[in-house]
């Protein structure tokens, strides 16, 4: 059987940790093909973004033809993608390659806190990206930012991912990660069907946590290609994180990032709770 091929739209980090850096070695440590179209370059480390330089519109589009004219997807995800027009050029790509399977990852700001997103890019990433998604994946400030809210218990991050599927999202999980439980982390997952569920997990302590999101997203899509369900691939995706986090590298003076290659080498593999 031929290999599955995704693609990833999102930023570079010099660092590899996040960025598309994390989502190649993601994809090639789940055993897909994995090609890419870069928005923009940054100067950054696991001390911060030290330099932001996205690409013109028309390097953006260059990269998707080329894609589009050549490979066959069967996912693909988005990440940095820093401003509307670069958003509204990704979206009349995948539009025009009738790609499917697309997970949104919202990266709207760094760990150091640099703005990765800018403000008038949010409008279209609701009104022309989020409508071609089969699910959308932010951490709770990005749900709190798209929804309008503030997420304080699990009733409100119900009703902000109610919200969020008001754009046309087919679906939306708002990762637990920035909720400071000391027990669990716990991932939200809304359909627009009803269809939800609770992906729970140890909680770690741990500042190795640079490119969780990119990482999460990215195992996501390769699983999505392979054909699983949405539960199957989220749970996979769970996972894969969860190894990456608790078998820590200690890379770099700052935020460290996460160990893709533990997933495939430690035989637990996550430890990840389904709680309908």
């Known amino acids: 059987m031929a290999i599955k091929q995704v693609l990833t739209i999102a930023g570079s980090d010099s660092g590899g940790g996040a960025g598309i850096q994390a989502d190649i070695k993601t994809f090639q440590e789940l055993g897909v093909f994995g090609t890419s179209t870069i928005t923009a370059v940054t100067a950054q480390n696991t001390c911060g973004v030290h330099g932001v330089y996205p690409l013109t519109v028309e390097a953006v589009k260059g990269q998707i033809d080329a894609i589009g004219a050549d490979f066959q997807l069967a996912a693909l995800k988005t990440g940095m993608l820093f401003n509307a027009e670069i958003i509204a050029e990704t979206a009349k790509g995948i539009s025009k390659y009738g790609w499917k399977n697309l997970v949104v990852d919202p990266v709207m700001i760094a760990k150091g ?104 997203s990215a195992a996501l899509t390769a699983e999505l290609a392979k054909g699983r369900t949405m539960q199957e691939a989220l749970h996979t995706a769970k996972r894969f994180i969860q190894a990456a986090l608790s078998h820590q590298l200690h890379i770099g003076a700052g935020h460290g990032p996460t160990n893709h290659a533990a997933f495939q080498r430690f035989p637990e593999k996550g430890r990840v709770h389904l709680v309908q």
């Open 113 to 216: 806190g640099a703005v990765l997103l800018q403000e008038d890019a949010l409008e279209a990433l609701r009104g022309l990206l989020l409508p071609l998604a089969a699910v959308f994946t932010p951490n709770i400030p990005e749900a709190e930012m798209l929804s309008g809210m503030e997420i304080r218990n699990a009733a409100d991050r119900k009703k902000a991912a109610e919200k969020i599927l008001a754009t046309g999202t087919e679906a939306v999980v708002i990762k637990g990660g920035h909720a400071k439980s000391s027990a669990f982390a716990e991932d939200y997952y809304l359909h627009q069907n009803g269809e939800t569920f609770i992906l729970r997990s140890p909680w770690i302590e741990t500042e190795q946590t640079h490119g969780t999101g990119c990482t999460f």
